[in-house]
């Protein structure tokens, strides 16, 4: 095997990020050998990856004037690279895919996301594509119609047939694999028919009534999509999205997070926090979990106020618990001997809601117990499902939390889609204004 390809010309790599990490071995057995990588991060040049040194661009072309230019990028990056290098003179002949791509119009989640919910979604929009099959116990079943669904689908829109898609504001025309499908994101949602949750939040529909045998069937439910999903996902990026009822209170629980350990498979956990598993602690230790639980206090009252539970000291003990698996705590004593932190671990919620914890006592001490186990903070509301934008008081808690969160050195992640439009512009304006650090989720 030597570094050239074609008519024996050598090969660069551009891009030697986390892409390229990830896929190096893979490009290397078909056959793509690169006589060294370029990028664009003058903190890599002169480096190595995986043994190749890593250039700018620039001198990568004097070295291999001949070479063909092989992006190594995420797929999104793929359309902006092409047009940067053919600005820099590379022949457009010359500029390569390591891995094959098609021009046409779609979207980031067709053919790569399945939502199992009430039904089976092709795509975020899971409203709109459905899987009308039961699902009960045919997880097979479940991705023989998936996968036959997004090949039609993808189908016309290589055709440039009508879809229901073409409406959604997500499609566009990008470079998109030329692969068949194939899932990297499982999302298994509530189905109120069939999910327990131990929990009774003011704002929350889900069904709370336990009932044994239809929880022992839900349970080897999920457990089977799971192990399915394991068996046909690019299982160098899945990731698994389980937010079914309390998913700590499933009979099986142990098992599917036992699973998931087992298989190296990336997993965020929905969950109230109100059971403490040890199987899920041992995930999160691997690095390859995270949680997001919907804390939406920082007082016993409010929390038994809006959770219809009087477990604000216990879930909140569970939390350092697993905080400690995760190495993520930042306070003295055992926390801060637990490791090196680790911010994404635990993701804690505040869904602000008008006369319950829109209060500075609420939002300060959420905040603190944030700081304590080192989490990344998600700030979210309900004015949007409600229809009706926030009132002022609301609207000014919201932008001090915020405020709060900058002062302290918190992650923030803020969810508009969950703001009532007016709300999310608003906000919107006050972080760019305030120049506060965030990421949108």
Request: aromatic share 10%; charged share 25%.
């Amino acid at each position: 095997m030597n570094s050239s390809h074609g008519e024996n010309r050598p090969i660069v790599f551009y891009g030697a990020g986390s892409e390229a990490k990830s896929r190096l071995a893979a490009w290397e057995g078909a056959g793509l050998v690169p006589a060294c990588f370029a990028d664009g991060d003058a903190g890599k040049h002169y480096t190595r990856l995986a043994g190749y040194e890593i250039l700018p661009l620039r001198v990568a072309m004097e070295r291999y004037p001949d070479c063909d230019v092989y992006l190594t990028i995420g797929r999104g990056r793929l359309h902006d690279a092409t047009q940067y290098l053919s600005g820099q003179g590379i022949p457009a002949e010359r500029i390569k895919f390591a891995d094959p791509v098609e021009w046409r119009k779609g979207c980031d989640w067709l053919g790569r996301m399945v939502n199992v919910g009430e039904d089976v979604g092709l795509c975020c929009a899971n409203k709109k594509y459905r899987i009308t099959a039961s699902r009960h116990g045919m997880a097979e079943q479940i991705f023989s119609e998936w996968f036959h669904l997004c090949e039609k689908h993808l189908d016309n829109m290589r055709n440039n047939r009508p879809t229901a898609c073409d409406a959604c504001p997500h499609m566009r025309e990008d470079y998109y694999s030329a692969g068949p499908p194939r899932p990297v994101v499982l999302n298994i949602s509530s189905d109120d028919n069939l999910d327990y949750c131990n929990f009774r939040c003011s704002y929350c529909r889900q069904f709370s009534s336990y009932d044994q045998s239809r929880t022992e069937r839900r349970s080897a439910e999920v457990l089977s999509i799971i192990r399915h999903f394991s068996e046909v996902c690019d299982s160098e990026t899945a990731n698994i999205e389980l937010s079914c009822g309390e998913p700590a209170a499933l009979p099986m629980c142990d098992e599917i997070f036992n699973f998931c350990f087992e298989r190296n498979l990336r997993v965020a956990v929905f969950t109230n926090a109100s059971i403490y598993k040890e199987s899920l602690a041992n995930l999160l230790a691997s690095e390859k979990c995270h949680l997001l639980v919907s804390l939406d206090a920082g007082t016993r009252e409010t929390f038994r106020a809006i959770k219809g539970r009087d477990m604000f000291e216990p879930v909140l003990n569970n939390l350092r618990k697993y905080a400690i698996a995760a190495g993520g705590g930042i306070s003295s004593g055992e926390l801060a001997r637990a490791g090196s932190p680790r911010r994404n671990a635990i993701h804690l919620k505040y869904i602000m809601l008008e006369t319950q914890n829109d209060n500075e006592k609420d939002i300060g001490s959420f905040l603190d117990f944030a700081r304590e186990i080192n989490a990344h903070v998600v700030l979210s509301n309900n004015s949007n499902a409600r229809g009706n934008p926030c009132s002022r008081h609301t609207m000014g808690m919201s932008q001090l939390f915020a405020k709060k969160c900058a002062e302290q050195g918190l992650p923030l992640t803020v969810g508009y889609e969950f703001f009532n439009p007016s709300d999310a512009k608003a906000l919107r304006k006050y972080m760019a204004d305030s120049n506060h650090e965030l990421q949108q989720a």
